[in-house]
T-cell receptor, first 114, second 112 residues
Framework: DSGVTQTPKHLITATGQRVTLRCSPRSGDLSVYWYQQSLDQGLQFLIQYYNGEERAKGNILERFSAQQFPDLHSELNLSSLELGDSALYFC?????????????FGPGTRLTVL | QKEVEQDPGPLSVPEGAIVSLNCTYSNSAFQYFMWYRQYSRKGPELLMYTYSSGNKEDGRFTAQVDKSSKYISLFIRDSQPSDSATYLCAMDSGGSNYKLTFGKGTLLTVNP
């Protein structure tokens, strides 16, 4: 168990809908990273937050947004969902910013868009 | 051409075999080269990382980087059934802007 928690584990929704994925980082970690893993694209970095501020952006679509709250948990919002958004969404956390060495991944949220 | 290419496999080997997993890349700015292991229904975990060219060994695992050929490898000696997982390579330029780029992963099965 990495100490990173993600809810829900599974999510099934329809095209055009909006969903929110939640991530709680490990105790003491200030950075949160979001990734998308699909069969087509593999694992892709979406966005990173450090202590409430956006720090880095990857291949995140404009329909997607994220935020990190004062208690350091983070939410990834996906809107106007398309079939192609079906994927595993991982959250990871680390103590410092931009550190993949000490980054720990959560178990993921499996999103299915029908 | 994708920045990082990795043969998705699947790769099936008998227990005790030497396994070779490989990735190629096109971005010469990459300086850090990582290998992640991902068990089924789990998040990836960092297995090893290497800075620039050269070899790094950790127990049964050896990572090699050849920057001149833009080619990285992970070797697993005396493979065990517990090594069965998807292995992802990843790369980073090491600049101030964090942007880890992953290969699609190779599914490895080690048969007892």
């Amino acid at each position: 168990d990495s100490g990173v928690t993600q809810t829900p584990k599974h999510l099934i929704t329809a095209t055009g809908q909006r969903v929110t994925l939640r991530c709680s980082p490990r105790s003491g970690d200030l950075s949160v990273y979001w990734y998308q893993q699909s069969l087509d694209q593999g694992l892709q970095f979406l966005i990173q937050y450090y202590n409430g501020e956006e720090r880095a952006k990857g291949n995140i679509l404009e329909r997607f947004s994220a935020q990190q709250f004062p208690d350091l948990h983070s939410e990834l919002n996906l809107s106007s969902l398309e079939l192609g958004d079906s994927a595993l969404y991982f959250c990871a956390s680390s103590t410092s910013t931009g550190s993949w060495v000490e980054q720990f991944f959560g178990p993921g949220t499996r999103l299915t868009v029908l | 051409q994708k920045e990082v290419e990795q043969d998705p496999g699947p790769l099936s080997v008998p227990e005790g075999a030497i396994v070779s997993l490989n990735c190629t890349y096109s971005n010469s700015a990459f300086q850090y080269f990582m290998w992640y292991r991902q068990y089924s229904r789990k998040g990836p975990e960092l297995l090893m990382y290497t800075y620039s060219s050269g070899n790094k060994e950790d127990g049964r695992f050896t990572a090699q980087v050849d920057k001149s050929s833009k080619y990285i490898s992970l070797f697993i000696r005396d493979s065990q059934p517990s090594d069965s997982a998807t292995y992802l390579c990843a790369m980073d330029s090491g600049g101030s802007n964090y942007k880890l780029t992953f290969g699609k992963g190779t599914l490895l099965t080690v048969n007892p």
